[in-house]
């Protein structure tokens, strides 16, 4: 079975400063690996995936993430945050034998003025 | 708009009660997930219909059951319903294993009060 593990649960950083979401996951098979986001009372929304290729996924709203599997992580980053990327954001990964998507316990950015 | 529509938006209930959540899933998907996000919880697989048959259950209490009926939409029963069942409820639909990604709902909250 895989799991994914957010190391942190919340990170306050301030507006267009770098922001870092990590994220480690466990699993003895090949995964896919996604990232999504949660705004106040929304449902989730796909932020990038890794299916296979280029180590370094780009996604929406300048949000990216690289795949190191030797290091079972798929960190998140953004070079410079603004107020409305506040939301929480999961870590999920699903391998190619399974049928549903494992989730991390999610890590609220908090972006300040 | 991720096209997956779930009603009712919020729900309040008593203890010992049941509901009916109902899911529409995005256009000529036919995988449908359900999924618990609870604080204490974060976000928990419950069950994955395809093309109305049960794919996989994960931590699904034996007082909840689903279905999915033969024009995909799906529903998800709760009964005899307790405190702690608590919680925003999230349907997701998927077309299929090449992208991997699921597209959720805006959830149900329930209420137990």
């Known amino acids: 079975a895989q799991s994914v593990t957010q190391l942190d649960s919340q990170v306050p950083v301030f507006e267009e400063a770098p922001v870092e979401l990590r994220c480690n996951y466990s699993?003895?098979?090949?995964?896919?690996l996604f990232w999504y986001v949660q705004y106040p009372n929304q449902g989730l929304q796909l932020l990038l995936k890794?299916?296979?290729?280029?180590?370094l996924v780009k996604g929406i709203n300048g949000f990216e993430a690289e795949f190191n599997k030797s290091q079972t992580s798929f960190h998140l980053r953004k070079p410079s945050v603004h107020i409305s990327d506040t939301a929480e954001y999961f870590c999920a990964v699903r391998t190619n034998a399974g049928n549903m998507l494992t989730f991390g316990g999610g890590t609220r950015l908090m972006v300040k003025p | 708009d991720s096209g997956v529509t779930q009603t009712p938006k919020h729900l309040i209930t008593a203890t010992g009660q049941r509901v009916t959540l109902r899911c529409s899933p995005r256009?000529?998907?036919?995988?449908v997930y359900w999924y618990q996000q609870s604080l204490d919880q974060g976000l928990q697989f419950l069950i994955h219909y395809y093309n109305g048959e049960e794919r996989a259950k994960g931590n699904i209490l034996e007082r909840f059951s689903a279905q999915q009926f033969p024009d995909l939409h799906s529903e998800l029963n709760l009964s005899s319903l307790e405190l702690g069942d608590s919680a925003l409820y999230f349907c997701?639909?998927?077309?299929?294993?090449?992208?991997?990604?699921?597209?959720f709902g805006e959830g149900s909250r329930l209420t137990v009060l």
């Open positions: 997701a639909s998927s077309g299929g294993w090449a992208t991997g990604e699921l597209f």
């Open positions: 699993s003895s098979v090949s995964v896919y």
């Open positions: 890794y299916l296979s290729g280029s180590t």
């Open positions: 256009s000529g998907d036919l995988s």
